[in-house]
């Protein structure tokens, strides 16, 4: 059955809650919550960014990332320090646990990937990446 191109909102939407839903309940047995990955994800790979700078990569407002990283301090996954030279800015830096949940984070990315792309052949999921990175550019910032 073909989609009606006004159902694109809503298809879009409902498979965004489902994979917000998902994401959820296998990072919960982590101490995580959605979003939470992703901002480990960019200190995994440069530890010691500003909190604006993490704002710039996650694509999200101040405010969020500020949340993020209460939670992840208070779970005891990063610490926050003031920045050496920039008496505005606060580096945030990985703990230990930050560092040693990175391959548990990992196998539940591989399982959501596995259950979002699940059925589709390799040609199908390209064509799907492309789809989202131009419907991504044409819902962005003008």
């Not at 909102?9 to 489902?18: H, I, K």
């Not at 320090?81 to 539940?108: C, E, F, M, N």
Request: with cysteine; glycine share 8%.
């Amino acid at each position: 059955m073909a989609t009606k191109s006004d159902d694109v909102p809503t298809l879009l939407a409902r498979a965004a809650r489902s994979h917000r839903t998902l994401s959820a309940s296998l990072l919960a047995p982590l101490g995580l919550h959605p979003g939470q990955d992703a901002l480990l994800r960019c200190l995994w790979t440069t530890d010691g960014q500003t909190q604006s700078d993490l704002v710039e990569q996650l694509g999200v407002e101040a405010p969020t990332v500020t949340k993020m990283v209460h939670r992840l301090e208070a779970g005891g996954f990063v610490r926050r320090r003031p920045h050496p030279t920039d008496r505005r800015a606060t580096q945030v830096w990985l703990t230990a646990s930050g560092r040693a949940i990175r391959s548990d984070v990992q196998k539940v990315r591989t399982r959501i990937n596995r259950r979002l792309l699940g059925g589709l052949s390799p040609r199908q999921q390209a064509t799907l990446v492309s789809l989202l990175g131009k419907v991504d550019a044409n819902l962005g910032d003008d």
